[in-house]
C-alpha cells in the first residue's frame, strides 16, 4: 500500500503561481501513476491532470491545459502539480492519487489505489 502526502497550498492572488506536491511513501516500488484531482465548494470532485508511472504520458483537463504541469522525481518519490496563471475558478482542495492503472486515474474512478488527505488552494481576485 502507498500513502500520499500533500502539501504546497495557500493564497495566492489571480495570476500567480504555485507548485503542489505529493509525496509517496510505503510500497513505492510498484509501479504507480499518478493524478492529481479538486474539489471546489459545493461541487464534485473533478480530474486535473496525471501522468504515467514512467512520466511519458501526461493528461489535463481542458480547464488547465496549458497553465498547469504534472512532473515527477523518482529519485525522491514525490510528484509536482505547477500551477501558473491561477484564476479565482481554481479554488479548491487539491489530492493527489495514485493507481496502477493510468486510466482509472484519468477517468476519475472513486476505488483508486491511494489518495492523499488534500491542501487548500485559495486564488482571490
Known amino acids: 500500500q502507498v500513502q500520499l502526502v500533500e502539501s504546497g497550498g495557500g493564497l495566492v492572488q489571480a495570476g500567480g503561481s504555485l507548485r503542489l506536491s505529493c509525496a509517496a511513501s510505503?510500497?513505492?516500488?510498484?509501479?504507480?501513476?499518478m493524478g492529481w484531482f479538486r474539489q471546489a465548494p459545493g461541487k464534485a470532485r473533478e480530474f486535473v491532470a496525471a501522468?504515467?508511472?514512467?512520466?511519458?504520458?501526461?493528461d489535463y483537463a481542458a480547464s488547465v491545459e496549458g497553465r498547469f504541469t504534472i512532473s515527477m522525481d523518482n529519485a525522491k518519490n514525490t510528484w509536482y502539480l505547477q500551477m501558473n496563471n491561477l484564476k479565482p475558478e481554481d479554488t479548491a482542495v487539491y489530492y493527489c492519487?495514485?493507481?496502477?492503472?493510468?486510466?482509472?486515474?484519468?477517468?476519475?474512478?472513486?476505488?483508486?489505489?491511494?489518495w492523499g488527505q488534500g491542501t487548500l488552494v485559495t486564488v482571490s481576485s
Open positions: 492519487a495514485a493507481d496502477t492503472r493510468l486510466a482509472a486515474l484519468v477517468a476519475g474512478n472513486e476505488a483508486l489505489d491511494a
Open positions: 501522468i504515467s508511472w514512467s512520466g511519458s504520458i501526461t
Open positions: 510505503g510500497r513505492t516500488f510498484s509501479r504507480y501513476a
